[in-house]
């Protein structure tokens, strides 16, 4: 079992990125898929999540209406879309599987 994020980086206040998350080594559309965040100094929080179908979404309070979170069952892969960065964003990006976890990727939001 795999998941590889990928897309972080450095972006000014205002600004979006798009994080992906390939999976592998087990059956993608079985499971629905979350990303989650920790930055320094506290603890990994849950950001959003999709279900197996990609019918159903929700979302943390502090990123509603800023991130979107989709996925591509044929491409094993889940995104995130985050529009409205604020500097409180700047966090290492996980996404996650049941019990599985990618590596995560940084996300710093700073002008």
């Known amino acids: 079992v795999q998941l590889v994020e990928s897309g972080g980086g450095l972006v000014q206040p205002g600004g979006s990125l798009r994080l992906s998350c390939k999976a592998s080594?087990?059956?993608?559309?079985?499971?629905?898929m979350s990303w989650y965040r920790q930055a320094p100094g506290k603890a990994r929080e849950w950001v959003a999540v999709?279900?197996?179908?990609?019918?159903?979404?929700n979302y943390a309070d502090s990123v509603k209406g800023r991130f979107t979170i989709s996925r591509d069952n044929a491409m094993s892969t889940v995104y995130l879309q985050m529009n409205s960065l604020k500097p409180e964003d700047t966090a290492v990006y996980y996404c996650?599987?049941?019990?599985?976890w990618g590596q995560g990727t940084q996300v710093t939001v700073s002008s």
């Open positions: 996650r599987a049941d019990t599985y």
């Open positions: 080594g087990f059956s993608f559309s079985s499971y629905a």
């Open positions: 999709i279900t197996r179908g990609g019918g159903g979404t």
